[in-house]
C-alpha cells in the first residue's frame, strides 16, 4: 500500500506570491490534516478535511486554507506569503475509525525569498 | 487536549533499553496517549498508543500508570537509527495532534 504523498517536496516563492500544496492520503483514507513545522513554534496543527469537509481547524490566519476532493486527495493553499511562511508543511491521513493513527507524509519545504 | 511534560533530550548506549518519560497529568478519561517521532527533516512516525492498559509492539512498549497521569515509553533495544525527537501526545476523539516540544534520543555507539 502506497503511504502519504506530498508534492512537491520543495519550492521556493517570493514574498506576496500564493502557493498550492498537494497531499495524496493512504487509499480507503478519508481524513486528511495539515501541519506547518517551524524552528520556532515546532509542529502546529492547520486544519483537517474528512470528505470533503473542514472538521476541524488551527490557529493560523485566512491566508491559509485547504479543500479535499471526492478522492480524498487535499490541496492547501497559502495566499500573499510573508517571510514567516517558510516551513515544513506535513500531510497526515487517517482511516475512518476513531483512536487509530495517522501517517504522515515527507513533507513539503517551503522555503518564501 | 491535555498538555504533555516531557526532557528535552536523553542519552541512550546502543543496544541498551530506551525509557521515555512524559507527564500529562491534566489527562481525561476519553483520552488516548499517542507517540511518535521524527528523524531529521522527515515526516513524524507513528509508534503505539494506548488508553489505560500497557501497550506493546514491534517497536515498542507503552506503560501508563494507574491514575493516567503519566506514562513511559521503552525501546527495548536502541539502536543508532532510533536516534530521532519523540513526542508524547494526549489526544481525545478529535483529530488534531497537539506537538509539543518533544524528547531530543541521542543513541550512541
Known amino acids: 500500500k502506497a503511504g502519504v504523498t506530498q508534492t512537491p517536496r520543495y519550492l521556493i516563492k517570493t514574498r506576496g506570491q500564493q502557493v498550492t500544496l498537494s497531499c495524496s492520503p493512504i487509499?480507503?483514507?478519508?481524513?486528511v490534516s495539515w501541519y506547518q513545522q517551524t524552528p520556532g513554534q515546532g509542529l502546529q496543527f492547520l486544519f483537517e478535511?474528512?470528505?470533503?469537509?473542514?472538521?476541524n481547524k488551527g490557529n493560523f490566519p485566512g491566508r491559509f486554507s485547504g479543500r479535499q476532493f471526492s478522492n480524498s486527495r487535499s490541496e492547501m493553499n497559502v495566499s500573499t506569503l510573508e517571510l514567516g511562511d517558510s516551513a515544513l508543511y506535513l500531510c497526515a491521513s487517517r482511516s475512518d475509525q476513531t483512536n487509530t493513527e495517522a501517517f504522515f507524509g515527507q513533507g513539503t519545504r517551503l522555503t518564501v525569498v | 487536549d491535555a498538555k504533555t511534560t516531557q526532557p528535552p533530550s536523553m542519552d541512550c548506549a546502543e543496544g541498551r533499553a530506551a525509557n521515555l518519560p512524559c507527564n500529562h497529568s491534566?489527562?481525561?478519561?476519553?483520552?488516548?496517549v499517542y507517540w511518535y517521532r521524527q528523524i531529521h527533516s522527515q515526516g513524524p512516525q507513528y509508534i503505539i498508543h494506548g488508553l489505560k492498559n500497557n501497550e506493546t509492539n514491534e517497536m515498542a512498549s507503552l506503560i501508563i500508570t494507574e491514575d493516567r497521569k503519566s506514562s513511559t515509553l521503552i525501546l527495548p533495544h536502541a539502536t543508532l537509527r532510533d536516534t530521532a525527537v519523540y513526542y508524547c501526545?494526549?489526544?481525545?476523539?478529535?483529530?488534531?495532534?497537539?506537538f509539543g516540544t518533544g524528547t531530543r534520543l541521542q543513541v550512541f555507539p
Open positions: 478535511y474528512f470528505s470533503e469537509t473542514q472538521r
Open positions: 501526545i494526549v489526544k481525545s476523539n478529535t483529530d488534531k495532534l497537539i
Open positions: 487509499s480507503g483514507h478519508r481524513s
Open positions: 491534566t489527562i481525561s478519561g476519553n483520552e488516548y
